[in-house]
Every structure is written in structure tokens, then in C-alpha cells.
């Protein structure tokens, strides 16, 4: 692997380029991967790809005892709280668009420009690749979310969050953690509804989607007379800028040397956002009572305990 | 670089007895409390950046702290029903004490009642001042680790010398470093 230190014109001089400005060239092509990403991951209805199906469970109610003449149903005879479980798998990718051709070196002049110590040449393609393209989706691929990872995805607790884009496009939550709401059930509704739940917490995929912000400085390109050409900054659809985006997406999709991208629950790679948890109430059963009339005795067990984690699931982003 | 919580965090607290899941609380820019939850996995990148905003030794405290809240709450309300319906009758302690007893002596690893409490077990043990106050040796963290993963009282009772100054306790361990027991010389 070799990452070269492209070089721009300072107005003066021509000097290679420090680490900020690499940086925000990083950023400008995960920009452009953004506005049209070659991996991707969707929100279904029901049978997404995207394994393990998500499971949230609950406690319901047992179902109420009426109509004992004599006395209260013991405890003992009640149904005890049982467990309701909804299974979420509305997840499906990723997805790969294999449409593209990576850029080839014409002329071995179609890439950035650096100095090798005793002249300015042209950037091989595995030199190009490892400096812009390999280094980029290296950067992708981080648990930490910035401007550099645009176009990638994260799980959030809020279906509006800055610089994301909701990726279902109607706040459809992948997966909610639900829990009985025990404030529902009351004695004096016997026979309460069993299951009586309440939403906790609810999960949304989204899509980093930061503005452009256009690097500071210029790459330069050696033309085949052997002069040098300042790349066009302020334009997404400019000829290099159109090779930067073609490659990202291809590389992101296609690369077979380890860098594509790839997304999976609990799989190998980095967390991304909040991992989902599946909360229920861990209590044996609240034994309540009710006598309606002097021949109808009542008795039901409602779901009770305190609120534990059962299961964690993580969305996770890698590189394959 | 960051994350959603990066800066904002208003707690954190572990969620299960299993201490293998952790609620981060945060406050977004619109002041609404949001909740983020995270694995505990030192592999993980941001779990180890949380790890650079607090510590396992704060989110135990913290975790703790929410606990007591809870708690009291309940044994408020079990006070009230008590008194309501005369359960405070006895003062034998073998009989006071046995569901204590069987805690210790026959610890169910899958009653939801006593993981609660090995929970409850593990924090309290987390908050004497011979382990809040230990040394960062190697010999330390390894037991605080076998501590937050042990599973029955017994074990996290043994781990705990380590932590005594009088005739310490050995932590054993087989070839691969796994811990498979601790020596515990009487008094």
C-alpha cells in the first residue's frame, strides 16, 4: 500500500498537501458517494435480508378468573403473566450496485499528481486508489459518525436526527421496544385486556447525508504535455470529480482487495449508533382481586417487575 | 469525529444483570432526552470512546444509584402493604432471613428475583471501600472483571477477599488465564 501526499498550487509554490486538507478531500468524495451510494440498506415491510429477526417481547396479563361464587380464585389457580413477542424484520440489504467500471489510468495521466522526491509525476491507480478511494472507505467504515462517513448508515432514537436522512422516508421504526404498561391494568377492571403495552423506545435507520463542503485547495493533474492542471474545485460533475464519484461507488461495491462495504446485526465490524434492546418486565405476577357481586369473585395476575434488558442487537458496518 | 452522545451525556447506566448492556442518556440540541444504548465490548470502537467519558467504576455507581432509587420505592410500598395487611409479625432470624439463606446457599441462576439481586450484590460489592479504593494492579482489575462477571453469589463473595488486606485471597487461573477459582485461607 502506498498513500501518496498529493501536492496543489499555493498562488507562490507548489507544496504538498498536510493532513486537513487530505481530510477534507476524504470528506468530499464520502460527499459524493453520498448523493448516490452503491451500497445500500432499506427499510421493508416484513421480510428483510438484514438476519437476525429482531424479536421484542413483553409480559401480558394472565387471563382473568370471574364468576367464583364463594371466594376469590387463589392465586395459585390464576394464569400467570405470559410473554407476547413480535418478531421485526424490516430491514434488507445490503444491496450492490455492480453497474460500474472502475476509472483506468489513460495515458497514466488521469490521476493526481506528487512529488517523489525528485520530480512531479502522475499517481499510479493503486496509488490513487489507496490515497483518495481505499483511505475514504477506510474512513467510512468508523463507529464514529462525521462528514467522512456520508452516505453510510446508523440507527438513531429519534426518527429526525441533524444530517441524517430517514431512510424509510415515513419514520417506520425497524424495530420498538415495547413493555406492558402496568399503570392499565387496575383491579377494578377485572377482566382487564391482557395485553395492555406501551411503546419504550423505537428504533430508525438513518442515512448520514452531511452538506458539500468543497475542499480548500486544488489537486493538480499532469496532462500529457507534461504540464499541470489545477482540478476543478467548485463543481460535483467536473472530469475528475466525476472519477472520484465514479470509483468511490465501484470501489464501495465491487472492490475484491477487502475494502467494500458491508452491513450486518451483530456480525463482525464496528457499532454504528444506538444497538437495539428488547426490555421486558422480569416480576412473577401481580395477584389481584375483585368481588363484582356476592356470586362473582375475581381474580387476575397483571404483568409486574422491574424493566430488564433481555436482548441487544447492533447494527454494525464493515469492510469485505 | 463523534457521536450522538459525544459531549451530551446525561447518565449511564447498565440494563441487565448481565452488566452487558449499557443506557446512555443523552439530551439532543432540541433539550429532549434521548436514550443510546451500547454493547459492552471492548473490541467495539465506541464503546471503548465511552469508556473515554466515563468509566465501568461511574457506571456502576451510577447504575447503583438508580438502583437504591428503585428500590426504595419499592420497599416503601412493600412497607405500606405490610403494615396494611400485619405481615411484620416475627423477629426469628432464621426465619426472617431464609430467603437470604437460600440466596447464598441455592442461588437460582434463572430466577429473574435472584439475578436482580446478584445484581444488587455485585454494586454493593462494587461500593465497599477496600474495591472502590483497590490499586490498579493487574491482580485488581482482574478480579473486578470476574466480579462484574460472576454468576452466583458464592463467586463474587470468594472475589471479594482479594480485595482484603488480612490474609489476602489467590486468584487461581488455568493456562489460558481464565480464572478458575480463588483460594480463600481462614483467619
Not at chain 1, 124 to 140: E, K, Q
Not at chain 1, 290 to 308: I, K, M, N, T
Request: hydrophobic share 35%; aromatic share 10%.
Amino acid at each position: 500500500m502506498t498513500v501518496r501526499t498529493p501536492i496543489y498550487y499555493d498562488g507562490t509554490d507548489i507544496v504538498e498537501m498536510n493532513a486537513t486538507q487530505i481530510t477534507e478531500w476524504k470528506q468530499y468524495i464520502a460527499y459524493l458517494y453520498g448523493t448516490d451510494p452503491s451500497v445500500t440498506v432499506t427499510v421493508v415491510a416484513s421480510s428483510g435480508t438484514l438476519s437476525p429477526t429482531m424479536a421484542d417481547t413483553r409480559l401480558q396479563a394472565g387471563a382473568a378468573i370471574t364468576g367464583e361464587a364463594s371466594a376469590f380464585p387463589a392465586e395459585a389457580t390464576t394464569a400467570e403473566p405470559s410473554t407476547v413477542t413480535v418478531n421485526y424484520d424490516k430491514v434488507t440489504g445490503p444491496t450492490y450496485n455492480t453497474a460500474l467500471s472502475a476509472t483506468a489510468d489513460t495515458n497514466n495521466v488521469a490521476f493526481p499528481a506528487y512529488y517523489d522526491g525528485s520530480d512531479i509525476v502522475a499517481m499510479s491507480l493503486a496509488d490513487y486508489l489507496d490515497t483518495f478511494i481505499y483511505a475514504t472507505l477506510t474512513g467510512m467504515v468508523s463507529a464514529s459518525e462525521s462528514a467522512a462517513t456520508n452516505g453510510t448508515y446508523t440507527i438513531s432514537t429519534a426518527a429526525s436526527v441533524a444530517n441524517y436522512t430517514e431512510v424509510s422516508g415515513s419514520s417506520t421504526p425497524i424495530f420498538i421496544d415495547t413493555r406492558a404498561d402496568t399503570t392499565l391494568y387496575t383491579a377494578a377492571g377485572i377482566p382487564e385486556t391482557v395485553d395492555q403495552p406501551t411503546t419504550i423506545t423505537s428504533y430508525y435507520l438513518q442515512r448520514r447525508s452531511d452538506a458539500r463542503s468543497f475542499p480548500s485547495q486544488a489537486l493538480l493533474l499532469v496532462d500529457t504535455s507534461g504540464n499541470l492542471n489545477q482540478v476543478d474545485l467548485t463543481s460535483d460533475t467536473s472530469s475528475f470529480n466525476a472519477i472520484l464519484k465514479n470509483d468511490i461507488r465501484h470501489y464501495a461495491a465491487e472492490d475484491t482487495a477487502g475494502n467494500k462495504l458491508s452491513y450486518n446485526i451483530d456480525g463482525a465490524g464496528n457499532s454504528r449508533g444506538s444497538a437495539m434492546v428488547d426490555t421486558r418486565l422480569d416480576g412473577s405476577g401481580n395477584y389481584q382481586t375483585l368481588q363484582v357481586g356476592l356470586d362473582d369473585y375475581r381474580a387476575q395476575e397483571f404483568p409486574d417487575g422491574s424493566p430488564q434488558t433481555i436482548s441487544t442487537y447492533t447494527f454494525k458496518i464493515t469492510q469485505v | 469525529m463523534a457521536y450522538f452522545w459525544t459531549d451530551k451525556i446525561a447518565d449511564v447506566t447498565y440494563t441487565n444483570p448481565e452488566f452487558d448492556t449499557v443506557k446512555i442518556l443523552w439530551k439532543d440540541d432540541m433539550n429532549i432526552y434521548r436514550e443510546h444504548y451500547l454493547k459492552v465490548d471492548e473490541e467495539d470502537e465506541q464503546f471503548m470512546a465511552l469508556l473515554g467519558e466515563t468509566s465501568y467504576e461511574d457506571i456502576e455507581l451510577r447504575t447503583k444509584a438508580a438502583n437504591d432509587i428503585v428500590r426504595q420505592e419499592f420497599r416503601d410500598a412493600f412497607n405500606r402493604y405490610a403494615e396494611r395487611t400485619g405481615l411484620y409479625t416475627g423477629s426469628d432470624p432464621v426465619e426472617n432471613d431464609t430467603e437470604l439463606f437460600r440466596f447464598f446457599c441455592n442461588f437460582d441462576p434463572e430466577s429473574a428475583e435472584d439475578k436482580e439481586r446478584l445484581f444488587a450484590l455485585k454494586l454493593s460489592i462494587f461500593e465497599k471501600d477496600e474495591v472502590k479504593d483497590s490499586d490498579t494492579s493487574e491482580r485488581s482489575k482482574t478480579a473486578k472483571t470476574a466480579i462484574r462477571k460472576a454468576n452466583s453469589p458464592v463467586e463474587i463473595l470468594a472475589l471479594y477477599q482479594v480485595f482484603k488486606n488480612e490474609l489476602p485471597a489467590e486468584i487461581q487461573k488455568d493456562d489460558e488465564g481464565n480464572i478458575t477459582g480463588v483460594f480463600v485461607p481462614f483467619p
